[in-house]
């Protein structure tokens, strides 16, 4: 008897040791003198999502990863229940336009390698339902989020999805369509269902048409004007339309513009409200990187900047914004908001924006939550030749007003 105990007892010690030790080991990459804005990039990169995919490609998340919620959280049990899936979801889904990316430096080509294996053994362990990280999507409606950001990553990475084996493809499949069984609220969660059929959409699933007619039907009656969308009834003042709706509908277009013209009109002024709303996001970021602190989820970092950063990714900043620019910008957000000593605990993200501020963060936030931060990166999936990484450094609009300079001035776009 107490033979088998130490058999059970030892191995989870060891384990829980090691996952503690890794979450602080330094990648040759980390190692290695900053000289480069991509290298600083990949450094931040690394040092944040390690812990999560090692110890899922170990098996070991559910172990390692720390189970904690807000302070003012309101249903603890089921927040600490949907943390994998959420912070896998959003580790994926801004690490996978670099996934998918070929080439770069020795180092840059041996770490993405790295990272391949180790996502796709990570997500295969999340679907085994014998492996410790299996991953039930069927627990509570925040799943229906988290399903859509590993959809979204698979739309990001095509490499990702067919680096899948079969089996795995269609249990993937199966569990995020389980997502279907829970109502959206009445409020950016249309995006999520939608999000979830457009990629059943592109990988040849059938997908439910009506779905994301409602979503795309519902956001253009939630138009407000000059480039930004009501969350729901009423506007609010916070980082939504960047987390959530612009990147959303940016990537429902690209996918469903291949299967049907029925929405080009839409989707024209969509690309319109796409880049007016990145020049505002530009215009947000101060002197030192620092931004507006206000509305709920700030916890989520640099993702305030996930739209400027996709329409970066995918080259479709406004002629206003130069690449170099959009480059220096999000790489003074990288700083300030990872630069707190207090930013990390045991490797894991804390909740806040500034380092360890968990008076911010909100009843729905888990340790998975401030993990959507990772798609600031999404950038890194463009080649080191780009000219957004080799161009030369440029100041960004609130450098070039705060020094003094003669700057344009800018103006609403009526939009509608």
Not at 18 to 46: C, H, Y
Not at 60 to 81: A, W
Not at 231 to 236: H, K, R
Request: proline share 4%; glycine share 6%.
């Amino acid at each position: 008897m107490k033979i088998a105990v130490f058999k059970i007892i030892i191995p989870f010690i060891l384990s829980l040791l090691i996952g503690n030790v890794f979450a602080q080991k330094k990648s040759a990459l980390q190692k290695m003198p900053v000289q480069t804005d991509r290298q600083f990039w990949l450094q931040e990169m690394d040092k944040m999502v390690r812990p999560v995919l090692y110890n899922l490609a170990m098996d070991s998340l559910k172990m390692n990863m720390p189970q904690m919620t807000s302070i003012r959280v309101d249903n603890k049990e089921s927040r600490i229940k949907v943390q994998y899936v959420e912070v896998l979801g959003r580790v994926l889904s801004g690490i996978s336009p670099w996934l998918q990316l070929e080439g770069g430096t020795i180092e840059e080509i041996s770490l993405r390698k790295q990272y391949r294996a180790w996502a796709i053994q990570g997500i295969k362990n999340s679907l085994d339902s014998n492996a410790k990280d299996f991953m039930n999507y069927n627990i509570a409606g925040q799943q229906l989020v988290d399903a859509s950001f590993i959809s979204l990553a698979f739309i990001r990475s095509p490499w990702l999805w067919e680096n899948l084996d079969y089996k795995n493809q269609a249990l993937m499949v199966k569990s995020i369509a389980l997502t279907r069984k829970f109502k959206p609220g009445f409020s950016n969660w249309l995006l999520f269902s939608a999000m979830n059929e457009a990629f059943m959409a592109k990988y040849g699933f059938e997908w439910d048409v009506m779905r994301v007619d409602y979503s795309l039907q519902q956001l253009e009656q939630w138009y407000v004007g000059d480039g930004m969308y009501k969350d729901g009834s009423a506007f609010a003042f916070d980082y939504y339309n960047s987390y959530v709706i612009h990147p959303y509908l940016g990537t429902l277009m690209d996918v469903i513009k291949e299967k049907t013209n029925a929405y080009n009109r839409m989707f024209d002024k969509i690309k319109k409200r796409n880049q007016r709303y990145a020049i505002i996001q530009e215009r947000l970021i101060h002197t030192d990187g620092s931004f507006p602190a206000t509305g709920r989820s700030i916890i989520y970092r640099g993702a305030a900047f996930h739209h400027l950063a996709d329409m970066a990714w995918k080259n479709r900043l406004p002629d206003q914004i130069l690449p170099e620019q959009a480059r220096c910008a999000l790489t003074a957000v990288i700083k300030k908001t990872l630069e707190s000593s207090s930013t990390y605990k045991n490797g894991w993200l804390t909740l806040g924006l500034y380092g360890d501020q968990p008076n911010l963060a909100d009843t729905y936030n888990n340790q998975g939550s401030p993990y959507l931060a990772t798609n600031i990166f999404l950038p890194l999936g463009l080649p080191d030749t780009h000219p957004f990484w080799a161009n030369p450094a440029v100041k960004w609009s609130a450098q070039k007003i705060w020094s003094g300079e003669n700057f344009e001035n800018d103006h609403s776009e009526d939009l509608r």
